[in-house]
């Protein structure tokens, strides 16, 4: 099968980004063909592995194809970026061509059977328009439905082409519901599919002494992952043995805030910047504990990381994780109640020092069986580990785009 990849911004940054590139790997060691689109800004070109240049093209931002930098599905990313909801209607519209006029040259050179796209969004659904007769499915991400939430006035142009998918996949049932909501398309066209991890670099490795105990947080440096809350709850613990090494990226005043709230615990915390999966492989083999404080996520891919890394994990009980892990009698995962929000993920201030309260107590459990049994047991999570590892993923996925291609048009 010949697959062409879409993804509007960076492919090896974000969740997204990590997906995509697992997807091309699963796909290309079951014998299909496969192609990426993807948005760098100008003088990049990363290639994922097992793509060649040939098997690769880009949008290019910041001056090549469009005068602005890539337009992030998170409005805090990992690197520079616009926000969709700063965009001027001119440059939505010559955000739209500037893919559609890449998509339609690289179809026709590459002619692909299927197309997956990511992101329920603005690039999904330009594909969708342009090419009717084609094959096409969607992987929501979370940050989609966000987007949705924050640009109201970009959601007639993203409807026009989401609904006339060939497939949607999502990664939990809760997000499923969402989408059924959001985008009233009907539930027999989406499929949980789920999200994995890699099994050759997320895997045990024997633990370091617990003093310290090693903490780590890998996502964005942003507020919507709950990051200055989880520094302010590090903070009440100074008297137990913890380092937290600090792993992501961000921009403007949130990470400005979030270094400025990590360089007052000092030396307890280190801050490592973006890392690849491999580097971040290693830092979770040598960690102890992950923490996930995040207000709003689809199926949080470092939270199966870190249980195959054999980890203990704190996280905010989001409906996705409940969804995923509340079946699971173990000691090494502990939930915290989500704060109230208003809007997507931005918490009601009277709920605020509940949370890092809450936080703190799950930190500190954790913390503390640590030190006593900093090993735990994976085998009560094995079976949840097969199932979202990559390549079960993919067959999921592979499924989908099996049901495309003898999809009816609507």
Known sequence: MKILHLLSQ????TGSGIYI???????????????LLAGVPQGEGPQPDGLGAAACEFVRFEGGDLPFPVVGMSDV??????RFSDLSPPEVEAYEWGFADRLLDVVARFQPQVIHSHHLWLVTAVARQMLPHLPLVATCHGSDLRQFHFCPHLR?????GCRELDGIMALSGAQKHDIIRLYDIPGDRIEVVGAGYNEAWFRPRPK???DPVRLVYAGKLSRAKGVPWLLRAL?????????????????GRER???LELAAALEDRVHVWGPQSQEDLARLMGQAHLVVLPSFFEGLPLVVLEALASGCRVVTTALPGVVEVLGGYDTEAILMVPRPRLLGQDTPHPEDEAGFVRDLAGALERQILAARERPEVD???????????????????????????????PH
Do not use: C, K, T
């Open 156 to 160: 007639p142009r993203v409807l026009a």
């Open 235 to 251: 903070e009440g613990l100074r008297r137990l043995p913890w380092r937290l090494d600090l792993i992501g990226g961000g921009s």
């Open 21 to 35: 590139q697992a997807m091309i790997r699963e796909s290309a060691r079951r014998g299909h063909e496969n192609f």
């Open 378 to 408: 994976r085998q009560a999570v094995a079976e949840l580990l097969d199932y979202y590892s990559w390549p079960q993923v993919f067959a999921r996925v592979e499924q989908v785009y099996l049901r495309a291609l003898d999809h009816e």
């Open 10 to 13: 960076r492919p090896e940054a």
């Open 256 to 258: 400005d805030e979030i």
């Open 208 to 210: 370091p002494a617990p």
């Open 77 to 82: 990313m990992p690197y520079p970026s616009r």
